[in-house]
């Protein structure tokens, strides 16, 4: 049963392990959204003791939505869209580069594209 909350220090160090592993980014990343949006949100969610995703928000903008591949297709993603922006903005916003699977799964959720060039703009509007 998937459970979603805010994260504990030590979970945060857990989710960047998790995030470098699978989509080989720079420890900074991570540490720039947790110092650089101190209004916002991270929410994580978790498979028994494993942390299967997170999303990282500020005001009404996603900046940044990851679910390990080992849980993906199993509305986890979904479930923290869901708690992170439930009845809190008319309008929620996300910037992507042209990725085919995240612009995929936008639309699945129910955001609509704006295109941006090389950036796709997503809305979605509640």
């Given at each position: 049963?998937?459970s979603?909350?805010?994260?504990?220090?030590?979970?945060?160090?857990?989710?960047?392990?998790?995030?470098?592993?699978?989509?080989?980014?720079?420890?900074?990343?991570?540490?720039f959204?947790?110092?650089?949006f101190?209004?916002?949100?991270?929410?994580?969610?978790?498979?028994k003791?494993?942390?299967?995703?997170?999303?990282?928000?500020?005001?009404n903008?996603?900046?940044?939505?990851?679910?390990?591949?080992?849980?993906?297709h199993?509305?986890?993603?979904?479930?923290?869209?869901?708690?992170?922006?439930?009845?809190?903005?008319k309008?929620?916003?996300?910037?992507?580069s042209?990725?085919?699977?995240?612009?995929?799964?936008?639309?699945?959720?129910?955001?609509?594209?704006?295109?941006?060039?090389?950036?796709t703009?997503?809305?979605?509007?509640?």
């Amino acid at each position: 049963m998937n459970s979603i909350r805010k994260p504990t220090i030590s979970e945060c160090w857990a989710i960047l392990k998790l995030h470098n592993r699978e989509m080989k980014y720079y420890e900074f990343y991570f540490w720039f959204l947790l110092s650089f949006f101190p209004k916002g949100e991270i929410l994580i969610c978790t498979n028994k003791s494993e942390i299967s995703g997170y999303i990282a928000s500020f005001r009404n903008r996603i900046t940044e939505i990851f679910v390990s591949e080992k849980f993906r297709h199993q509305g986890v993603g979904q479930s923290l869209l869901n708690k992170s922006f439930t009845n809190r903005y008319k309008k929620i916003i996300v910037y992507t580069s042209n990725k085919n699977n995240a612009i995929t799964f936008y639309k699945k959720v129910g955001f609509v594209t704006v295109k941006l060039g090389k950036i796709t703009k997503l809305e979605k509007i509640n």
